[in-house]
């Protein structure tokens, strides 16, 4: 049996919002280009975004 990792999640809450880990660098990194791309920079934000493991200690 493996254990499941979840990102942002609160004990005791209920886990519907809870984001699993293995899904969180690619959601931080299509955000950061989606945000990225009106400046022209949207690949190099989803790179950036995808490789700067911010929660991960």
């Given at each position: 049996?493996s254990?499941?990792y979840f990102v942002?999640s609160v004990p005791?809450?209920?886990h519907?919002?809870?984001?699993?880990?293995?899904?969180?660098?690619?959601?931080?990194?299509s955000?950061a280009?989606?945000?990225?791309?009106?400046?022209g920079?949207?690949?190099?934000?989803?790179?950036?975004?995808?490789?700067?493991m911010?929660?991960?200690?």
């Open positions: 049996m254990k499941a942002h005791g809450a209920d519907s919002g809870w984001q699993a880990l293995g899904d969180h660098p690619f959601a931080i990194a955000l280009d989606e945000m990225g791309r009106p400046l920079i949207g690949r190099a934000c989803f790179a950036a975004g995808l490789f700067m911010r929660d991960i200690p």
